[in-house]
Structure formats: C-alpha cells, structure tokens
C-alpha cells in the first residue's frame, strides 16, 4: 500500500481510470464494471477494480487540480505498477469550434503550473503530451461510435478562478479546451515511462457562457465515460 492509497499489491490493474470526483468514481465503478471490489476509501478518494469487457480495470478518483492528481498518479505507477492512466473528465471550452457536449482529446497540454519549471529548471520548458497508442485508439473508437470529437492542445490551469490570464491569447494559438489536471498526468507518465491520455466532455463554454444542464451533463459524461472504458479495454493485455 501508499500513503494515500490503502490497497493490498495486486489489487490495482494495470490500467485505470481516473475521474477527479470521487462520487464519479463510485457511478463509473457501479454502472459499468462488473465483479467491482472497493480498494480504497483514504479520504474518500474512492477506488475500484472490476470487469469491463473481459478486462480487469481499475477507477481511481484524483480530487481537482494538478498537485492532487499528480499525488494518486505517483502512487499508482511507483506503487502499485499501474501502465495505462486515464484521465475521465469535465472541461470547458475555448475555441469557438468547440460545442458543448463534444469530447475533447487532449493530444498535448499546456500550463501556467510551475510543475513543469520545478521539475526541469530554468531555461526548459517541457511539453507534456498524451501517449500515441492511447491517444489513436480513442480517436479511431470515437470516429466509429460517430461521437463528435476535438483533438488538439489543452490548458491546465492552476486556478479555477483566473482573471488575469489572457485566454483569447491562447485560442489564437490553437488551444481548444481548459481543465485543471492533465499537464501533471502527462509529465509524470513521462516520468515513469508509462502510458497516459485525457479524455473529457465539454461541460462549459468560456467565451460563450454556455453550460450544460445536470440531466444533459449526465447523459453526455456516460458518451465520454464509454469511450474511455472502451479505451481501455482494447489497450489492456
């Protein structure tokens, strides 16, 4: 077991998922695993192993923000010898060709974090992105189900509230969508030499003030959730 994690070795498979709410966690687990055991309850950040289509995976819930997330990752790859890491999200979006209910792949990720400057030192700067194989894999599931996808360059802020940050800036540079966790995901399964990509619904829109409500919210999150487990599946031996 880890400090945040209290699971027996082996009890983990080698390919998780990872929605930040832990209550996100318990539906995905209850909803569309099977034979679903409860590993961890350690602050309530509830996780999971089942079955999903003849696959032993796992779910695992990060919490928000990039230092919470990067917490459960290190745990799962250095611990418990977890390959294949999922993020299963919310975003909001920032470029106009962005739609409410469309899920985001996030092919790279962008951050005002100082996780990258910590980690490389001055002069360097980085740029986490999401493992091919993964990142493949989603796009060709998600173009044969007709889900309607965006592929592309992410934000991974520190702060949810942000009103200094020059997002329109960002947009002209072709970034599509913001979030708060993946550029700690992909830094540190680069790290580990491990497998990782984010998979998200576009709950919100920023420069449209466009939001979904809780019953679309819902029926569009089990779309991207889907996905992600099918994901998965195909990537795990």
Known sequence: MSIH??????????????????????????????DVTQYNSVRDAFGYTGTYDGKRLS???TGMGIPSIAIYA???????????????????????DVQLRDIVLAQAASTDSSIIANTFGPGMYFAPTA??????????LAEHAGLHTVVGNVLGEDRFYNDEMDRQKLVDYGVKATEMETPGLYLLAAKFHRRALAIMTVSDHLQRDEHLSAADRQTTLDE??????????????
């Open 5 to 34: 994690i209290d699971a027996p070795a082996g009890s983990i498979a080698q390919t998780v998922l990872l929605p930040g709410d832990p209550l996100r966690a318990k539906y995905m687990a209850e909803h569309f695993l099977t």
């Open 59 to 61: 779910v695992q819930a």
């Open 74 to 96: 290190t745990e799962l790859m250095r611990d418990y010898g977890v390959q294949n890491l999922i993020r299963t999200g919310t975003c909001g979006g920032m470029d106009n």
């Open 131 to 140: 493992d091919y194989k993964l990142l493949r894999t989603a796009a060709d």
């Open 224 to 237: 991207m959730i889907k996905l992600a487990f099918d994901t998965a599946a195909r990537v795990t031996e």
